[in-house]
């Protein structure tokens, strides 16, 4: 998760995540449509294919009338009994009406290119079965799947027929009128061209031709033979007037899925008064057409969301480089003082005025803080006028008592507080010259080493008083450029610090070593004793604090030594940490520059 | 020997007018800058002790225009800042010395000795205490025939003692002077290494020069004279 620390990162993220909501909300709804107009598509090829075979009647009854077209009224209907090509049900072949022309015509579209389209395309892709109401009789284009449509079973097999058959089947039955009554005698055998009577009682259905009173013509051409052109139109005005040849459609045809053969089949129905005609188209190219939407989906929404993302993340490092500015600025003002300011984009957009207002605000800061450290820089000033005299004073009375009388001995206690007060002046005084970045160095060439060696040696005499063992290990020939006055504090605060918080008969190591991975001198000052309260780790670093308050006054200092050391180990580019601290050892360590580092 | 004292604040003039006299000095003490530049080129002192927030003229003008007309008596800065560059440019100007406001009497005779010993010549090099000597040149010290070898904070601790001789100076002053203050006064530093002093200087001697005034602090005995 702490990955998502980074803003870009997160804008990033958040705009994939909308972006694949916006994606995916809109493929589904494009894959759907497309779906649908897919599926639209082969409705409407099975539309054209019911509308080839059934002729113009499939309009008449369903959708809409036909049109008032003088030539296309009524069809010549050409009945022929068909010569049902399955053999093996021994069955005869009912009266299906055949004809060897279309001579329905579509509405829309010309005769001659209607049939040329027959022709060549009629039933390539779909299939047809062909049942009369009483489903007594079925015929199928060969290879119908089997168990398709499910209704259709349960009347065995059916017979096969090659497509052409079935166009011929087909065209027999468009060239008869719709509805029984007016065609005459319904159950009256047929006679087939080809011979073949018709002599079974489920032909009735079929039968039929019905010889529309005013229609029927014999059919004057050999079958497969095609008659171009309009003169062969049917007469016009006659009869009913309003058959104009085709099946009449008696519902809407519906349409629905199936599964059969392993393969997913668009069936469609469409009932006239005597036959149901099921048209099935395969649904294997369309399928895989929407396999291929739907991977083409698969592919390009996430790589679209992986860009999109990409965009908004170089997009977003675009837009937060101001504030990255800003905030490389602030470390800078906590680095190295208030007088920092932001550059200001110029842009007059919200983050110029954020800059702008940071900057108001650093500028009040600044003024403030000078204030502050301008106050106690002239307070320490101004206090150091009065103990000059009253230590002067005191020195003056000091001489001139009595030696060893008692007032000597309060002039010498006095002159210690004065002293004691001195010293606090003076290190507030530093404290506010290093809050105000002015803690200036007087900086010098020092051995250290040496330096070091000499304030150990002071350590030594103080801790043999306090019974404290004190071991020094220092590497010779150290160099730092520094404040020596100021380091000298440092060290000795640090020591006499390692004394005054040892146990009797402690032991305190003093420790100076060179790092020269990182060119500095590091001073150890390890020591035994209390160790300090986890709490107060933090807060030993604080100004007035003392380790431990219910020592009072036992212990002498008044809480600003490792306060300043810290502050003068910052003035050197050094610093200064509490390494450890429990029951064994408090562990401080210094680190300060070498003089060949810097 | 004369000294010049330019200190507007007149309590912290009259101790020091006092310390120094004490010290045998002849001391002139004046409150503003101008009749301070004024007494300075008109008279001839051994030293002059310069503070240098003055009313008139300041303290750092001062200097400039003596040493501009090429004279060159020691001159002691005291200052109530410690600002560097107020130090610095005092040294640059041509001060000899400087001293942070507080500070002690015996510092500043301290100072003003060897400065006066300094731009005296080599005369005064020689510190005596009874029969030990002092030389702050070639840092030998002689009790009677013995050489003594001194470390060279031992070394410093003597010579202060030794520059204001039957005077007590507090364990806090030395520490001050010696060890330039930072350890806490009442720690010991001071009595051990009084201890060692002793050690090397008055043992087996008849006479001991090192004196501890009790509850106050140490002294040299005067050398009788």
């Given at each position: 998760m702490s990955l998502f620390r980074s803003f870009r990162l997160r804008i990033a993220a958040l705009t994939a995540v909308v972006a694949g909501i916006v994606f995916g909300l809109f493929s589904i709804v494009a894959y759907s449509s497309i779906h649908n107009e897919l599926e639209k598509s082969v409705d409407t090829r099975i539309m054209v294919e019911a509308r080839s075979a059934f002729g113009t009647g499939l309009m008449i009854g369903w959708s809409r009338m036909t049109r008032p077209r003088g030539r296309d009224e009524g069809a010549r209907p050409e009945r022929e009994v068909s010569p049902a090509s399955d053999r093996q049900t021994g069955e005869s072949t009912p009266d299906f009406p055949r004809s060897d022309r279309r001579d329905t015509i579509a509405d829309e579209g010309e005769d001659d290119s209607d049939q040329a389209r027959e022709d060549s395309q009629v039933f390539v892709g779909c299939m047809f079965e062909i049942t009369d109401t009483g489903r007594n009789e079925i015929y199928r284009t060969k290879n119908w799947p089997v168990g398709l449509p499910a209704l259709a079973s349960k009347y065995g097999q059916g017979k096969s027929m090659e497509p052409t058959e079935i166009n011929d089947l087909l065209r027999g039955l468009r060239s008869r009128p719709p509805g029984g009554a007016p065609l005459g005698p319904q159950r009256e055998p047929r006679r087939s061209a080809s011979g073949e009577e018709d002599t079974t009682g489920e032909e009735a259905n079929f039968d039929a031709p019905p010889a529309p009173d005013s229609v029927t013509t014999p059919n004057r051409e050999a079958r497969g033979e095609r008659r171009p052109g309009a003169g062969d139109r049917p007469g016009t005005g006659?009869?009913?007037?309003?058959?104009?040849g085709g099946m009449v459609l008696t519902k809407e045809p519906h349409f629905h899925y199936q599964t059969a053969g392993g393969e997913r089949w668009r069936v469609g129905v469409f009932a006239t008064d005597r036959h149901e005609v099921i048209v099935a188209a395969s649904l294997s190219s369309f399928t895989e057409n929407v396999h291929k939407l739907r991977s083409a989906f698969a592919i390009a929404v996430p790589s679209a969301v992986i860009l999109i993302a990409f965009g908004a993340w170089l997009v977003s490092g675009q837009a937060i480089r101001p504030i990255r500015r800003i905030a490389d600025t602030a470390e800078k003002v906590t680095a190295s003082g208030l007088s920092q300011r932001i550059a200001e984009p110029g842009t007059g957009d919200e983050l110029h005025r954020l800059t702008v207002v940071l900057n108001r605000m650093l500028d009040r800061l600044e003024d403030g803080f000078k204030q502050a450290t301008r106050f106690s820089a002239d307070a320490s000033h101004e206090l150091k006028t009065p103990l000059t005299i009253m230590q002067g004073e005191l020195e003056a009375a000091l001489r001139e008592a009595p030696a060893s009388s008692p007032q000597q001995r309060v002039y010498v206690s006095q002159l210690e507080e004065v002293t004691r007060l001195k010293r606090i002046v003076s290190s507030l005084l530093l404290l506010s010259r290093a809050d105000a970045g002015q803690l200036n160095l007087t900086r010098e060439r020092i051995d250290v080493s040496s330096n070091f060696a000499a304030i150990c040696e002071d350590a030594e005499i103080l801790a043999d008083a306090a019974n404290i063992t004190l071991k020094s290990d220092i590497e010779p020939g150290l160099t730092i450029m520094g404040d020596r006055a100021l380091l000298q504090q440092v060290f000795q605060n640090l020591i006499s610090n390692a004394v005054k918080y040892n146990k009797p008969t402690g032991s305190i190591i003093c420790r100076l070593s060179r790092d020269d991975s990182a060119g500095n001198a590091v001073f150890d000052f390890e020591n035994t004793g209390d160790s300090i309260p986890e709490e107060d780790k933090e807060k030993i670093f604080r100004r007035f604090h003392r380790a431990d308050a219910a020592r009072g006054r036992d212990i002498d200092g008044f809480g600003l030594g490792l306060n300043l050391a810290l502050e003068i180990a910052r003035a050197h580019s050094g610093t200064l940490v509490l390494m450890k601290s429990d029951a064994e050892s408090t562990h401080f360590r210094l680190s300060i520059p070498l003089a060949e580092s810097l | 020997m004369h000294v010049l004292v330019v200190e507007d604040e007149k309590k912290t003039a009259n101790f020091i007018a006092k310390g120094l006299k004490e010290q045998g000095f002849v001391v002139d003490v004046v409150n503003n800058g101008d009749e301070g530049y004024h007494l300075a080129t008109t008279e001839p002192f051994d030293a002059i002790i310069l503070?240098?927030?003055?009313?008139?003229?300041?303290g750092l003008s001062i200097v400039r225009n003596l040493r501009e007309r090429h004279n060159h008596v020691p001159v002691i800065l005291l200052t109530a800042r410690s600002e560097l560059n107020e130090r610095v440019e005092g040294l640059n100007l041509g001060a000899d010395d400087y001293l942070t406001k507080p500070f002690y009497i015996e510092e500043l005779t301290a100072r003003l000795h060897s400065l006066i010993r300094r731009s005296a010549g080599e005369s005064s090099n020689l510190l005596r205490a009874g029969d030990l000597r002092v030389d702050l040149v070639t840092r030998e010290i002689k009790r009677g025939d013995r050489e003594i070898t001194l470390s060279p904070r031992e070394f410093s601790l003597l010579e202060y003692l030794m520059r204001s001789p039957g005077r007590v100076l507090t364990r806090t002053q030395i520490c001050e002077h010696v060890w330039n203050y930072h350890f806490d006064p009442d720690t010991n530093v001071v009595g051990v290494y009084i201890q060692r002093l002793r050690a090397k200087i008055d043992a087996d001697e008849e006479v001991k020069l090192i004196e501890t005034v009790r509850g106050v602090g140490y002294r040299i005995k005067e050398p009788k004279s």
């Open positions: 006659r009869g009913r007037g309003r058959w104009r | 503070d240098i927030m003055l009313p008139g003229r300041d």
